[in-house]
């Protein structure tokens, strides 16, 4: 049973299920790992790099694609250099390898230090620490404390490189004490696992506690799954979910049978089209509030990002929302269009010259479109970071008209499935406007496909790539705000509007 080689995460894998370790290791081509855990990959190795910047007279034990060498590297470490600081200090004991993330000497012994890129302690980062404690112990190392350092939300970068501060320590003596003396019997588990056959376990919450299981397609390929129904409850836009449970147990399923007496007003209106699948539209009052708004407009939309390591001075892991990109579609007289836009993929701090390029193309008048209060909120951001541009900024605030109460008031199709969403709102106004042809076709992708195009390691044809992509998508965005408002006020066009010459 000590043919196969256990880690920190296998023995996690173990034990948020048995069957999921066994296929990590023997059907590995069915994982299934989605790009936003490899985004989580990329910011684990960031804030470790943080980590090691913090202490500059430390080791770096590398050799990672060598492990028998870095066990050799950390031992010849602690031997000659036993007064400096190590990271990814690597042990392991009867087939169970960890590598320390910081191995900090002290006069009492070494203070280990798990680093995380969460904001928060989990109770599974105390087992991890659990079992790298462990296995340093049966390598006789002295541990004078073990600690998990995490991300501290409330530290503000001043944009020196300096770092001092984002990592918030927390000691775990006694609850890692407590576990030390399960973890061979987790080895244990995990040993024999990997010796047996498949397990044979069902699907269930397990699958995604704490992490989602890359292997749940391959689970559940052959449950016999209920049909979900074509309007199931969750169409019923902002149903309690204590309600939602009560009526699946009273056996209602289908949005369309729930009595009415459990609705609201829009509950109700979205179930009478759900039955009928005809939609709801009043077009004389929505025509009316489109035609209250003179030209020219302006369609606005924002990308953001947030980096879990702040890049930028006054910025911080609490800031979520740092804009590099804005597109803005401008109809400056009915159905003729002109586009503008700005995109920073340069890495510096875009928010200077995102707030500079707004003012100078948004102009003094007309009514800034948006599609909720997102692009309010990051002007006025922008707006606190610029007190300067503070005046000019805010007039565009003023001036501002969100088009998502409007929908929500006069219009609804059954095939928005209770969302108002603008992707949910499109289809059903504008089905030649397609998300799904884009490489990058939501907000989360575009902060993925800026995060690639800023990493020094990216290519330069993937970067234009990218770049390009983000280009696509932003644009889009505005489009189908044009087309929304077009068709708010019942105006008949073309597809796509006759553009003026850029």
């Known amino acids: 049973m000590a043919g196969y080689g256990l880690s920190k995460s296998r023995i996690t894998a173990w034990r948020q299920c048995p069957k999921r370790l066994w296929l990590q290791i023997h059907r590995r081509k069915l994982l299934e790992e989605s790009d936003q855990v490899k985004r989580l990959y990329q910011i684990g190795n960031e804030v470790g790099e943080i980590a090691q910047r913090l202490c500059p007279d430390g080791i770096l034990i590398e050799d990672q694609n060598n492990l028998a060498a870095a066990i050799v590297a950390t031992k010849s470490a602690l031997e000659v250099n036993p007064n400096r600081p190590l990271f990814e200090a690597t042990f392991q004991h009867e087939g169970l390898l960890v590598r320390a993330d910081v191995l900090l000497p002290t006069r009492k012994g070494y203070r280990m230090t798990e680093v995380k890129s969460s904001a928060s302690v989990k109770s599974y980062h105390i087992d991890d620490c659990a079992v790298q404690a462990w296995v340093l112990k049966q390598n006789n190392i002295r541990l004078a404390s073990v600690e998990l350092a995490y991300i501290d939300k409330s530290f503000v970068y001043q944009g020196d490189g300096n770092y001092h501060g984002l990592l918030k320590a927390v000691r ?54 209920p049909e979900e129904p074509e309007y199931p409850l969750g169409v019923l836009s902002g149903l309690r979910e204590s309600l939602k449970h009560e009526l699946h147990e009273l056996g209602y399923h289908d949005a369309r049978h729930v009595p009415v007496e459990y609705l609201n007003d829009k509950q109700s209106m979205i179930q009478r089209a759900s039955k009928t699948g005809k939609p709801k539209f009043d077009k ?21 990002v947030s980096p879990a390591v702040p890049r930028w001075a006054g910025t911080s892991p609490s800031s979520p929302h740092v804009p590099f990109q804005w597109s803005c579609h401008i109809e400056y007289a009915p159905g003729k269009l002109r586009h503008d836009m700005f995109l920073d993929v340069s890495g510096n701090d875009p928010r200077q ?139 008949k066009t073309n597809k796509g509007g006759d553009y003026a010459a850029q």
């Open 172 to 225: 775990l003596d006694a609850e890692v004490k407590e576990l030390l003396d399960q973890v061979p019997l987790w080895v244990s588990g995990a040993r024999t696992t990997l010796a047996g056959d498949e397990p044979c376990i069902e699907p269930g919450a397990q699958c995604d506690d704490p992490f989602e299981c890359p292997f749940k397609a391959y689970c559940m390929r052959d449950m016999d799954i």
């Open 284 to 304: 004389h009052a929505a025509k009316q509030g489109m035609a209250a708004l003179p030209y020219p407009r302006y369609y606005l939309d924002f990308e953001t």
């Open 353 to 491: 010259e995102c707030a500079e390029s707004l003012i100078r193309v948004l102009a003094k008048d007309g009514p800034v479109l948006v599609f909720s209060s997102f692009e309010t909120a990051r002007i006025t951001e922008l707006a606190q970071r610029f007190p300067d541009l503070a005046p000019a900024l805010l007039s565009i605030n003023e001036r501002v008209v969100d088009l998502l109460p409007m929908a929500r008031k006069h219009y609804y199709h059954p095939a928005m499935k209770g969302s108002w969403s603008l992707k949910a709102v499109l289809p059903t106004i504008a089905p030649d406007l397609r998300y799904d042809e884009l490489e990058v076709s939501n907000g989360g992708e575009a902060q993925h496909a800026y995060s690639e195009i800023i990493h020094p390691e990216t290519a330069q044809d993937r970067k234009r790539q990218l770049t390009e992509s983000l280009h696509e998508y932003c644009a889009l965005d505005t489009l189908a705000m044009v087309r929304l408002a077009w068709f708010l006020e019942g105006r």
